[in-house]
């Protein structure tokens, strides 16, 4: 049975400390490892990777604070508590000063041990999850509150609200744009894991020779670049939840990998040899039919059933016009509020302009269409035609441009579509490639091959 709270490393030259301290952690289900001097808790360190240091502030061979100095250069997610016999306020302040968390002063009582050590770690886990909600903010992916009157919404988050009460993992399945994120951040909100960060990885997004460092971490010297040692996002998740989004982008070599993780519980860096426990639940996301993908030999069968205990589908916003109109208000109000600009409603025109339209970007292409409304109205003034984009604007006679668009080919349907958002978003590609759900690799090579150059044309990606 793995330990619930978490792995501890003790650096004391005193072995009836170290002892002590062991005993009363393990005593309510901490990991422990002990080191007498900062070589041997250096080797400890990079091997293991605690959540917490505790090391004595004298040592025969060192001084403890150069420990801290270098855990705190190499390894700033690791929290540091200092201790020492010697106990005064000038070692407490200078403790502090230098990084750590906590400074416990000897003797100290289990319950203040213990005290310390949670909180250490308490404070981790909110810098941790602060850092990536920061990193969800400013890529646009923060979750937005469940809006949908449709029935097949609210049959789907009802579904998905009994899911989250279970332990089992979970395939989102739906075209890009959809909300898929949303929907595995409210199972995950509606979970017994709620407390714990959400972890995303986009698998899409990373390129291939980088992504198992991003999914499994590494060990300092592993690669080129790998200066210090990294945890990865199966360790960060560990107690929580891991959302693997475009799971279909996944190269095959590394399917086998995450298969086994599922399976174990348990994980490799890369670079080491010693398995890290983890207790993650999954959920994965695909815009590709991924059964279809397992009979084409580009996803693993065993992969698939594996992450297929329960499957949800979003359905596409065109297959629930009814959600339409309240979407835009809610991303109306938000919107407002961010750019503290007050809006009073859509103009009855938009609204029919949105009721008409067949938004093949689903719900980010309406988000999207309604933040750039907001940015170019009026405050206190309605959303007027002119503040759409000009694809939704009828084209003068009062009709939507949709109904042409069935008697073009899907190849020019989606180069159009593409052009229209990169124009929307004024030629920035990596903007584009967001709203579009794609990898700024593929939208790349979309547009070259939409301009009638091989891929074999190209060389070296510069600017990517």
């Known amino acids: ?7 501890v490393l003790v650096v004391d030259d005193e072995a009836n400390i170290t002892d002590a301290v062991r005993r009363a952690l ?10 007498a001097g900062p070589e041997e808790a250096w080797a400890r360190l990079e091997q293991s990777m605690p959540a917490v240091v505790i090391c004595d502030v004298r040592l025969h061979e060192a001084d403890g604070m150069d420990l801290l100095a270098r855990v705190q250069e190499s390894h700033p997610e690791v929290a540091v508590i200092m201790m020492t016999g010697y106990s005064s306020i000038e070692s407490a302040v200078g403790s502090i000063k230098a990084g750590a968390v906590d400074y416990l002063a000897k003797p100290f009582n289990p319950e203040q041990l213990r005290h310390a050590v949670a909180k250490a ?6 810098l941790e999850e602060n850092r990536y909600l920061r990193s969800a903010l400013a890529q646009g992916a923060a979750a937005h509150i469940v809006v949908g009157e449709s029935r097949a919404m609210r049959q789907l988050f009802e ?8 332990d089992s993992s979970v395939l989102i399945m739906g075209k890009s744009g959809t909300g898929k994120e949303v929907l595995a951040r409210f199972v995950h909100a509606s979970s017994p894991r709620a407390d714990r960060p959400f972890v995303t990885v986009n698998c899409a997004a990373i390129p291939a020779n980088l992504i198992e460092s991003e999914l499994f971490g590494h060990r300092r010297g592993a690669f080129t670049g790998a200066v210090y040692s990294r945890r990865g996002s199966f360790e960060l998740a560990d107690g929580s939840t891991l959302f693997l989004d475009e799971i279909g982008e996944m190269p095959v070599e590394l399917q086998s990998k995450i298969l086994r993780a599922l399976e174990e519980r348990r994980v490799k860096r890369v670079g080491s040899d010693e398995a890290v426990d983890v207790d993650v639940r999954i959920i994965a996301a695909s815009n590709k039919d991924l059964e279809a993908e397992t009979k084409a030999g580009r996803f693993r069968e065993d992969l698939f059933w594996r992450l297929n205990v329960v499957q949800l589908v979003v359905p596409p916003l065109a297959e629930r016009p009814e959600d339409v109109v309240p979407l835009a208000r809610h991303f109306l109000a938000s919107y407002a509020r961010e750019q503290k600009k007050p809006v009073a409603d859509f103009s009855a025109d938009v609204l029919e302009a949105f009721r008409r339209y067949a938004w093949p970007g689903n719900v980010r292409e309406l988000r999207n269409a309604v933040e750039r409304a907001v940015i170019f109205a009026e405050a206190g003034a309605p959303i007027r035609l002119a503040h759409l984009p000009a694809y939704l604007r009828p084209g003068g006679t009062g009709e939507s441009p949709a109904p042409a668009r069935p008697f073009r080919t899907l190849k020019e349907v989606e180069a159009d579509y593409i052009r229209e958002v990169l124009d929307a978003c004024d030629g920035n590609r990596t903007r584009t490639a967001e709203v579009l759900g794609l990898s700024v690799v593929t939208l790349w090579r979309k547009l070259k091959r939409e301009n009638g150059e091989s891929d074999e044309d190209t060389g070296t990606l510069i600017g990517l």
């Open 121 to 126: 770690i308490e404070q981790r886990r909110l």
């Open 159 to 166: 579904t998905a609200q009994k899911v989250a009460a279970a």
């Open 26 to 35: 393990e005593r309510v289900g901490y990991a422990v490892d002990v080191a």
């Open 1 to 7: 049975m793995r330990p619930a709270l978490g792995r």
